[in-house]
Structures are given as C-alpha cells and as structure tokens.
C-alpha cells in the first residue's frame, strides 16, 4: 500500500514538473521539402519549392527574400507551403546565388547554380 501511495506521488510529481511554462524565444522550425540546390540554364526559369512546418509559432510567417537581384519574384504561398522565384537569363559566366528562408528564427537556404550563357 505503502509502494502505491509512493509510486502515486512520484508520478503526480514528474507530471507537474515535465510541464513548466517556456520562457524565452519560441522558436519554430520548418525545412524545404525539395531540393535546396537547384541549377539553372543560360535562359532562365521559375522554380517552385516546397517546405513543411514541422512546429508552429503563432503568428510566425515564412519569408522568403534573394541574395542577387538576377532571382525575383519571391514569393511565399502560405496555403500550398510553397516559395517560388524567377531567374532572369545569365549573358555573362555561370553564377550562384541564394533565396534565404526564415520562420520564426529558424532558417534555411535554396542555393541557386545557373549555367553560363553559350558563346555564338
């Protein structure tokens, strides 16, 4: 009886201190569920990625925003969890840059790789 009343006890404890109130920053995280490098011909394309929120944040929202002014048009869908961006055409040497995504300080990065212009 004795065993009970203490296993009782013990569980009621654990169940009150398991759940404190956060403090602090809440952090929410999310990850692109397509690829996260996506190459690019000479001529341009639009590309659509896909991402998933793995834990909400009340009123947090995925943003989406280009490191080079040759990727456009970003654009975060919040109802079909998608970002989609344009690449201008390249008439110069190959190139990288990047659509940097956030939500709710966490972060991710789509790295763009885009072909040279072919020499005529």
């Known amino acids: 009886m004795v065993k009970k009343f203490l296993s009782a ?8 201190t398991s759940c404190e109130m956060l403090t602090g ?7 692109i ?9 000479a001529g341009g394309n639009c590309i659509v990625a896909s991402y998933v929120i793995d834990e909400a944040v009340d009123g947090a929202k995925v943003t989406a925003t280009s490191t080079v002014d040759w990727a456009y048009d970003v654009m975060v869908n919040e109802e079909d969890c ?11 040497e190959a190139r990288t840059g990047s659509i940097n995504v956030a939500y709710a300080g966490a972060t991710a990065t789509i790295t763009i790789n885009q072909e ?4 005529e």
Do not use: D, P, R, Y
């Open 25 to 31: 920053e809440q952090v929410g995280k999310f990850h």
């Open 9 to 16: 006890i013990t569980a009621f404890a654990l169940l009150f």
């Open 82 to 92: 998608t970002i989609t961006f344009c690449v201008k055409k390249n008439e110069g």
């Open 116 to 119: 040279a212009a072919s020499a």
């Open 33 to 41: 569920t397509s690829s996260t490098t996506v190459e690019i011909v």
